[in-house]
């Protein structure tokens, strides 16, 4: 059935001033605006919010307002109804960001447990070992490993960890505010640059270019927990290395400076600095904040 179909016996549900065949041809006439919104409100969100997610809300919203349109109040009903898709669209990515805050929850655990382990191992602990450690399954770590890393820090767009009001502002940023957003974009595209070769691979064709984690595994001749593994480990050498340079109060401190994984941690650190200037920074963005170029699209 399709959507026409089912929201006309939505509509017909309910008692109305309008018939149920108005109600269908006002639902027909104006499901293009649903998509409008859509789209509007998609252009100003992180990218991993789903489009069909926002359509079948705004959709919903569109048959309620056919429900409860009264043509004798003299309101156009496009305004009428925008106003409360509008709403309904606010209404589903606040319900998404509450679901986000648990993510990153579960990020933070997550990360300070394989901080933890990393310092007494000497090295970054295996899938099982974590697992382990957090009193879960490794099946349960995968699945929450792939949510925190969709959900989190690489939509390259910016960095986004606002409320879902926030997201969908209509202000526009000041001079002060995109230079300063353009700063963050282009570290976090030198930092992807200075990663060990293997992490680079994995977070490029991962997130930058979106390709499923078997194939990458193929790729490089090791298997998907492998590939799971070293993304975990670039995604932290990211955090930590834009920290360090963008929220020094917030950097990791060794508790042994001079043990292997710190001294490779601070070469990593030196590397991001050494790659990148103002000047290279902001050419990564146009003067609206938006990506020039992918990192690692040339290799």
Do not use: C
């Not at 805050?101 to 447990?113: C, E, G, I, N, Q």
């Not at 939509?155 to 209509?170: I, P, R, W």
């Not at 360090?244 to 601070?266: F, G, K, Q, Y």
């Not at 290279?280 to 040339?298: K, V």
Request: charged letters at 25%.
């Amino acid at each position: 059935m399709n959507d026409v179909a089912i929201a006309a016996d939505l509509a017909a549900t309910t008692s109305s001033v309008l018939s149920a065949k108005e109600q269908e041809e006002l639902i027909r006439t104006n499901m293009p605006l649903v998509g409008h919104l859509v789209r509007d409100m998609l252009s100003r969100i992180p990218n991993h919010i789903h489009r069909d997610d926002l359509t079948s809300a705004g959709l919903h919203a569109l048959v309620t307002a056919a429900r409860g349109f009264d043509p004798e109040r003299g309101v156009p009903f496009n305004r009428f109804a925008g106003t409360r898709i509008r709403g309904a669209l606010l209404d589903e990515l606040r319900s998404l960001d509450w679901a986000t805050r648990s993510v990153r929850s579960k990020a933070r655990t997550t990360d300070t447990t394989r901080q933890q382990l990393i310092t007494t191992l000497g090295r970054t602990p295996t899938p099982e070992e974590l697992a382990q450690a957090l009193g879960t399954t490794t099946d349960d770590l995968q699945r929450t490993d792939t949510d925190v890393q969709r959900a989190t820090v690489l939509s390259l767009q910016g960095f986004t960890t606002s409320s879902a009001d926030d997201m969908v502002t209509e202000r526009a940023p000041g001079p002060e505010e995109m230079l300063l957003r353009r700063e963050q974009i282009g570290y976090l595209h030198h930092a992807i640059d200075s990663l060990p070769e293997r992490l680079q691979t994995v977070v490029t064709e991962y997130f930058l270019r979106e390709r499923p984690m078997a194939d990458i595994a193929a790729d490089l001749g090791v298997t998907e927990s492998r590939v799971s593994q070293l993304r975990a480990e670039a995604l932290s050498l990211l955090k930590d290395g834009l920290n360090t340079h963008l929220n020094p109060e917030m950097a990791p401190v060794p508790d042994n400076p001079e043990s292997i994984v710190a001294r490779r941690r601070a070469s990593y650190y030196n590397n991001i600095a050494s790659n990148t200037t103002m000047r290279s920074r902001l050419a990564m963005t146009n003067a609206q904040g938006h990506t020039r170029t992918l990192a690692g699209a040339a290799a």
